[in-house]
């Protein structure tokens, strides 16, 4: 393992912290249906001691049990989690704009959103503000922001960012534009959730998100091997149907998807036989790629140790890197979303 550097706390492994928390599960809510359109569900996988279930309609793929707010409170104050904090910390002196929760380029999103030319913007679950401020400072766009996080909240205000901690606590009860960025999959309850959300659009204003998409073969066929399934962080991870049954429910219309494509998915299936996928916390500060490679028994007969980038020899590798780039061409399956949904705009009343 690598050593870990002044600021960074030794934390255990994701599935070294899952074990603890799975000893006893009996007390953690559960869903009887798929909360985002009612369907039946069924165990989908256990991945890292975690339980998921995946609805057999709409894709949507959950927790089941989830963690409930003091294991979440816990799991968000831990060591682990804490050390992504310190990384934009102290990734911020060099980069201004660094997070660490962004699978895209930031600016080109930033540039999608400032094209709208919101009046008011919320972004709920801001984090450290880094996106914020782009957005004030590389397209003139002023908006608020809502993080539960003190921690975060503190690195976000020495930008002299507005911040909440809770939806009461905004300047303004609604707005034309609610970002949800890499948010919706931390939330147990997304329906209950985006109820709240919804009531925060103005009428004719726009909902914004990304998250993972599980649409894909990996996300699929081999979890164990999939990045996105991360609990009690990524509790709620959607498919393309069932985001958009989710936005429908709330009078949210879809007017805008790009996806991800999946680009690793003939690899992964390569070294899933020979590997399981944990998570490392960042030990020091150029430390973005958290994958930790746990040899399986047969890689462990083979010799393979846990390593960070697990290497299939050099034709090996050529090959699946060819064959990767054929299928995202010719067959692409969504890894991630971004979306942009409208709320229906007022009614004039007769006179």
């Not at 890689?299 to 050099?314: I, Q």
């Not at 060819?322 to 009343?349: F, G, I, K, Q």
Request: with cysteine.
């Amino acid at each position: 393992m690598p050593t870990i550097a002044h600021d960074y706390a030794p934390a255990p492994t994701l599935s070294e912290l899952n074990a603890r928390l799975a000893r006893d599960l009996s007390g953690w809510p559960s869903f009887d249906a798929c909360p985002v359109c009612g369907g039946s569900s069924g165990r989908f996988a256990v991945l890292r001691h975690m339980p998921y279930d995946r609805c057999r309609d709409c894709g949507f793929t959950f927790a089941n049990p989830y963690p409930p707010p003091r294991v979440c409170d816990g799991f968000y104050s831990s060591a682990f989690y804490g050390n992504y904090r310190t990384l934009e910390d102290r990734r911020r002196g060099r980069d201004r704009y660094f997070s660490a929760s962004m699978y895209t380029d930031p600016r080109e999103l930033a540039s999608l959103i400032a094209a709208y030319s919101p009046e008011t913007l919320l972004d709920y679950g801001c984090g450290t503000g880094a996106f914020l401020l782009r957005l004030r400072e590389e397209f003139g766009i002023r908006g608020d922001g809502l993080e539960i996080g003190a921690q975060a909240r503190d690195a976000a205000r020495r930008y002299g960012l507005r911040l909440a901690a809770t939806a009461r606590e905004l300047p303004q009860s609604s707005y034309d534009m609610v970002l949800l960025l890499e948010v919706i999959e931390h939330v147990p309850d997304p329906v209950a959730f985006l109820e709240g959300i919804a009531g925060l659009i103005a009428p004719g204003g726009r909902l914004v998100i990304t998250t993972p998409a599980v649409d894909n073969p990996v996300a699929r066929w081999l979890p164990g091997i999939c990045d996105h399934y991360t609990a009690p962080s990524h509790v709620s991870l959607f498919t393309v149907r069932s985001i958009d049954r989710l936005l429908r429910r709330f009078a949210l219309i879809p007017e805008r998807r790009v996806t991800d494509p999946a680009r690793h998915t003939v690899r992964r299936a390569a070294i899933s036989a020979l590997y399981g996928l944990d998570f490392v916390s960042p030990r020091h500060d150029d430390d973005t790629d958290d994958s930790l490679f746990i040899p399986t028994r047969l890689g462990r007969r083979r010799g393979r140790v846990p390593t960070r980038k697990p290497l299939l020899g050099s034709r090996t590798e050529s090959v699946t890197r060819l064959a990767d780039r054929t299928l995202a061409r010719l067959a692409p399956r969504p890894d991630h979303l971004y979306l942009v949904a409208r709320s229906a705009p007022a009614v004039a009343s007769e006179r």
